[in-house]
């Protein structure tokens, strides 16, 4: 290209870093060529703004952006696919949305009240965070196997489909409980579940809950741990659930992007990489957002109040479930006890990292290591 052809070109495009004589197509006060701005960005239907084509989210051949496409959709119970609202209806029995391709009737979820259970004594589970679990699993009869709405009231669950495991497949979400309560809860159900030969596969996962404060330096601090000893997390897991795309390793991040963000705000920013508050709004309101599939699932924090933990395998082995819960809430209380700064600096190996629990973990911890990790290297 001659001088006198640069100098006639108006802009350089963002992009292909072509120098485009034409208008420039602009979007968020950059310029692109417009063979680049059609091949790469996309219409929102509703507000007629221009995105990236990676932020969109189609919907029958239509695309909607992330601020519109929850004011216009909603995820169905029964099979999980997103549709339009007016594609959806509320079934008055379960007061949850289906689409017009499930039927309610065919649907086993039932949802029990949301209560908190506290708990008088604290021996065998020492920490007073309220807890909640979620099991998925597999029935070769669910109707039959079903429970009634008077047995999950009893027990402290709730029963519900999952898009993620086959048309046999269920997932039991129990209220919050905490001390020695949880433990006893969780034991009462997994034995009624066991009865009606309930089971599992390596599709399967089991999600915890913690209440957890939303303090900035706190998220700070469970960021960093979290992070720099996700290795040895996965070592205690079945390979199922590395890599797996419900429970995805944590994006990489440096300490520095952590420590710089000095208010809840300012982490929520990060973690959803977005800068407009009302984008952010939308995103921690939404239960179904895509960031809840990395397995330290902050967007959980954000939407209701509790971290979930995401990487265990689905098991209705009682005593793996509780030591993956005193596990995760040792952790926390341990970090309670420090800044921010130490936990960026605390060494990274197994022998620190053993320390932290009660030689009964520490035995349990070794034996996962030893099972899934050690002896496969």
């Known amino acids: 290209m001659s ?3 640069v100098n006639q070109c108006k802009f350089e495009c963002k992009l292909c870093n072509g ?21 790469h960005f996309v219409t929102c239907r509703c507000c007629g703004d221009d995105f990236f084509k990676e932020e969109i989210f189609e919907i029958e051949d239509e695309s909607y952006c992330e601020s519109c496409v929850y004011d216009v959709s909603v995820c169905c119970e029964g099979c999980g696919s997103r549709r339009l609202n007016q594609d959806i209806y509320y079934c008055e029995c379960h007061d949850q949305p289906f689409c017009n391709d499930c039927s ?15 708990s008088d004594t604290f021996d065998i589970n020492p920490y007073r965070n309220f807890c909640g679990i979620e099991i998925e699993c597999l029935n070769p009869d669910l109707k039959e196997n079903s429970f009634s709405y008077g047995d999950l009231i009893e027990h402290g669950f709730s029963q519900t489909g999952d898009g993620s495991l086959p048309g046999n497949g269920v997932e039991f979400v129990s209220n919050a409980f905490n001390g020695d309560l949880l433990f006893q809860k969780i034991g009462a159900f997994l034995k009624s579940v066991q009865e009606k030969d309930y089971y599992i596969t390596k599709d399967c996962g089991f999600h915890i809950h913690i209440e957890i404060s939303k303090r900035y330096y ?23 659930r590395k890599d797996n795309s419900y429970a995805k390793k944590l994006h990489p991040f440096s300490t520095n992007e952590i420590v710089e963000n000095t208010s809840t705000k300012g982490i929520k920013k990060w973690w959803y990489a977005c800068k407009n508050d009302r984008k952010i709004s939308r ?90 990790a050690l002896v496969a290297s």
Request: charged letters at 30%; proline letters at 3%.
């Open 104 to 118: 309610c009737e065919e649907s086993i979820s039932c949802t029990i009240p949301f209560s908190k259970g506290r």
């Open 283 to 372: 995103m921690a309101k939404s239960k179904y957002h895509d960031k809840r599939y990395e397995w330290l699932n902050l967007h959980s924090v954000f939407y209701r109040g509790t971290l979930e933990i995401r990487l265990h395998n689905g098991t209705l082995n009682e005593a793996k479930i509780k030591n993956w819960l005193l596990i995760h809430l040792t952790v926390l209380d341990f970090l309670k006890k420090l800044n921010v700064e130490t936990v960026a600096q605390l060494p990274v190996t197994r022998e620190f990292f053993l320390s932290l629990f009660a030689k009964p973990l520490q035995s349990y911890i070794t034996e996962r290591w030893e099972k899934h």
């Open 218 to 240: 706190n998220l700070q601090k469970i960021l960093l741990f979290y992070s720099r000893f996700q290795e040895l997390f996965m070592e205690m897991v079945s390979s199922s």
């Open 3 to 5: 001088c006198k052809e």
């Open 19 to 39: 120098k485009v004589k034409s208008e420039p197509r602009i979007r968020n006060g950059k310029e692109y060529c417009e063979d680049c701005f059609l091949e």
